[in-house]
């Protein structure tokens, strides 16, 4: 069954500090693997897509790894900032159509001051 | 470039009536996708539609229905509503569907009593 897992579920973290959020996918095959963050009533944001080849992808203070072999992936928040309180979903896609998208639960972030 | 636009942003409908939403893609972009959001279930995906033709359909009863327009808008409609379609309704547009990039709108909050 295609599925992804995402951990933790929640964090809290202060201001300042770093924090590393966890993706784990059986989706099979793959095509490319998304992070989005979704504040509180909106629409999810693109922070980064990788595919098969790629194992690091940067987008200022996000930084994503992917291990195609073990079938996981991080995102990483470097020096975090009350901005970043929101929900970061991970988006695997197999190929094709958007009919073709798992979707993780989400990890809620929250950055506190 | 104007973003994906949705209408209403909120709405209250009561159990039995119909509603439907709307979605004006980015400028270009010839592919949307509907995807229904809640806490419990996570975002979950509807239909996909690209030149005016449903290519992709998700796992949802034939409540659910969509169209698109020559000027690739798009609008979702829900028959007989139920309690538990309250969610938030989202709709992302790519230029090509798939494995491209999608951009979210901010999504529509339906509230059914």
């Known amino acids: 069954k295609n599925q992804v897992e995402q951990s933790p579920q929640s964090l809290i973290i202060l201001e300042g500090k770093n924090c590393t959020l966890q993706c784990n996918y059986t989706v099979s095959p793959f095509s490319n693997l998304r992070w989005y963050k979704q504040d509180t009533g909106r629409g999810p944001v693109s922070l980064t897509i990788m595919t098969f080849s790629e194992n690091t992808k940067s987008n200022g203070r996000y930084t994503a790894t992917l291990d195609a072999d073990t079938k996981q992936s991080s995102l990483h928040i470097t020096a975090s900032q009350l901005s970043d309180s929101a929900s970061y979903i991970c988006?695997?896609?197999?190929?094709?159509?958007?009919?073709?998208?798992?979707f993780g639960s989400g990890t809620q972030l929250t950055v506190l001051p | 470039k104007a973003g994906v636009t949705q209408t209403p942003r909120y709405l209250i409908k009561t159990r039995g009536q119909q509603v439907t939403l709307s979605c004006s893609p980015i400028?270009?972009?010839?592919?949307v996708s509907w995807y229904q959001q809640t806490p419990g279930q996570g975002l979950q995906f509807l239909f996909e539609y690209f030149s005016e033709t449903q290519r992709n359909k998700g796992n949802f009863p034939g409540r659910f229905s969509g169209r698109q327009f020559s000027n690739s808008r798009s609008e979702m409609n829900v028959s007989t509503l139920e309690l538990g379609d309250s969610a938030l309704y989202l709709c992302?547009?790519?230029?090509?569907?798939?494995?491209?990039?999608?951009?979210f709108g901010p999504g529509t909050r339906l509230t059914v009593t």
């Open positions: 400028s270009g972009h010839r592919s």
């Open positions: 992302a547009s790519s230029p090509e569907g798939g494995t491209y990039e999608q951009y």
């Open positions: 988006v695997v896609s197999r190929s094709g159509s958007a009919r073709q998208l798992t």
